[in-house]
């Protein structure tokens, strides 16, 4: 199983960028996709999730009301719409997915570098 993510680049705060999250591979067994961040010298976090079967979404409070998640289960990608952006939105942005009665993320695709000038 591998997700290849992509999308990322450099924009100026108010942009928007696009970021899509292919997943190849056994993915039958996915119950959910996220997207985390990590800027440098900081702990990678949380920023949305989607639940496949359902379409339940969450958001950290932080992109909440700016950034949308949403699947396609026709190609198995994951896209994230980040609207309004700010220069605290910069980070490597990491795509990921839970498997079916696992409680952690286990596959993990390469990151892709968003970077928010002032």
């Known amino acids: 199983v591998q997700l290849q993510a992509s999308g990322g680049g450099l924009v100026q705060a108010g942009d928007s960028l696009r970021l899509s999250c292919v997943a190849s591979?056994?993915?039958?067994?996915?119950?959910?996709m996220a997207w985390f961040r990590q800027a440098s010298g900081k702990e990678r976090e949380f920023v949305a999730n989607v639940f496949l079967r359902s379409g339940t979404t969450n958001y950290a409070d932080s992109v909440k009301g700016r950034f949308t998640i949403s699947r396609d289960s026709a190609d198995n990608t994951v896209n994230l719409q980040m609207n309004s952006l700010y220069p605290e939105d910069t980070a490597v942005y990491y795509c990921?997915?839970?498997?079916?009665?696992?409680?952690?993320?286990?596959?993990w695709g390469q990151g892709t570098q968003v970077t928010v000038s002032s």
């Open positions: 591979g056994r993915t039958s067994n996915f119950l959910e």
């Open positions: 990921t997915a839970r498997r079916l009665g696992r409680s952690a993320y286990e596959v």
